[in-house]
Nanobody
């Protein structure tokens, strides 16, 4: 099993920045693709960003391209999401996810095997 723990969420004004972290523990050798998803109140969970096992391939939701950057440190079993120029519409609970397979269907929720508990990000206008 793999456990994922997110951190770094909080309250920030529009235009500000936050850096989310997701630390993996347990059978981390199983982990390949890692991703970030978010869910706003009353809305479905949506893909935000993902990164391949080697870190060489990334993908983003169109509305966050140029503002968010995903990265990973495999030595520390941690994935990051740097969020800049935040907007009120970025407000949501952000979830980290991990896949046991070298999956390139980055945005497909069912492709991921492990999920964190989520961290709240609130952007005030």
């Amino acid at each position: 099993q793999v456990q994922l723990v997110e951190s770094g969420g909080g309250l920030v004004q529009a235009g500000g920045s936050l850096r989310l972290s997701c630390a993996a523990s347990g059978r981390t050798f199983n982990i390949h693709t890692m991703g970030w998803f978010r869910q706003a109140p009353g809305k479905e969970r949506e893909f935000v960003a993902a990164i391949s096992g080697s870190g060489s391939v990334t993908d983003y939701l169109d509305s966050v391209k140029g503002r968010f950057t995903i990265s990973r440190d495999n030595a520390k079993n941690t994935v990051f999401l740097q969020m800049n120029s935040l907007k009120p519409e970025d407000t949501a609970v952000y979830y980290c996810a991990a896949d046991r397979n070298p999956n390139y269907e980055f945005s497909r929720i069912s492709a991921y095997d492990y999920w964190g508990q989520g961290t709240q990000v609130t952007v005030s206008s």
